[in-house]
């Protein structure tokens, strides 16, 4: 079955550790995307992909990286630059444009801990 | 510069009742696509339903309603009779079709607490 795949589910990093999410999809989309939550609040965005080797900065940029190396992977580095990382990471994908008949797949987020 | 806005941030209603959660959005696009996700508390995104803004009819699923507005930029949802299981955190969100508004935008949510 086609979907998204976040890892680690939990995660735990020491203060000034770089860390790096997982997401992996199989559903063929161009796009892809990271959202953060913190508890009670909203999805922000991270970053987002259109095509492969190319990203934009969305709203929350500052202290985490991405690479676009290939379609079906788009890891988030969250680094020691990130003064608060503590929150619930959201990967997503879709097709690009009109094609949005299937929306947005979500994959079902790692927790990261700072400890 | 696109924008969504859930000013309920949390509503408690009595099994039963009917509620409606309120999402009021800013775009400059002229078509885009308007969402609403379930968000129960293992985190999750639940998608609900996907509305074309060329569409304003309104569609009904069971007992989950939605009232789209363009002139007043605005997608709500309505609960009807509403179930202990329907609490969780509702996003209202937004996608653009130009290169700079293709993503996906969340408004702040609205936590629906239903007790029995």
């Known amino acids: 079955d086609g979907g998204i795949t976040q890892s680690p589910k939990y995660l735990f990093r020491k203060e000034g550790q770089n860390v790096t999410l997982s997401c992996e999809q199989n559903?063929?989309?161009?796009?892809m995307y990271w959202y953060r939550q913190d508890p009670g609040q909203g999805l922000r965005l991270i970053y987002y992909?259109?095509?492969?080797?190319?990203?934009q900065k969305g709203d929350i940029a500052e202290g985490y990286s991405v690479s676009r190396e290939k379609k079906e992977s788009f890891p988030l580095t969250v680094t020691s630059a990130q003064k608060n990382p503590t929150a619930f990471y959201l990967c997503a994908s879709s097709k690009l444009g009109g094609d949005k008949k299937n929306g947005y797949t979500f994959g079902s987020g790692t927790r990261l801990t700072v400890v | 510069a696109q924008k969504v806005t859930q000013a309920q941030t949390e509503i408690s209603v009595v099994e039963k009742e009917d509620v409606t959660l309120d999402c009021v959005y800013e775009?400059?696009?002229?078509?885009?696509?308007l969402f609403w996700y379930k968000q129960p508390p293992s985190g999750e995104l639940v998608f609900l339903i996907r509305?074309?803004?060329?569409?304003?009819q309104n569609e009904i699923s069971g007992r989950y309603s939605w009232n789209f507005q363009k002139s007043t930029s605005s997608f709500n949802f309505t609960i009807t009779a509403s179930q202990v299981v329907d609490s969780a955190v509702y996003f209202c969100?937004?996608?653009?079709?130009?290169?700079?508004?293709?993503?996906?935008?969340f408004g702040t949510g609205t936590r629906l607490q239903v007790f029995p």
């Open positions: 559903l063929n989309h161009d796009a």
């Open positions: 775009t400059r696009d002229t078509t885009y696509y």
């Open positions: 969100a937004l996608s653009g079709l130009s290169y700079n508004t293709d993503k996906l935008i």
């Open positions: 992909s259109q095509i492969v080797n190319d990203f």
């Open positions: 509305r074309n803004s060329f569409d304003e």
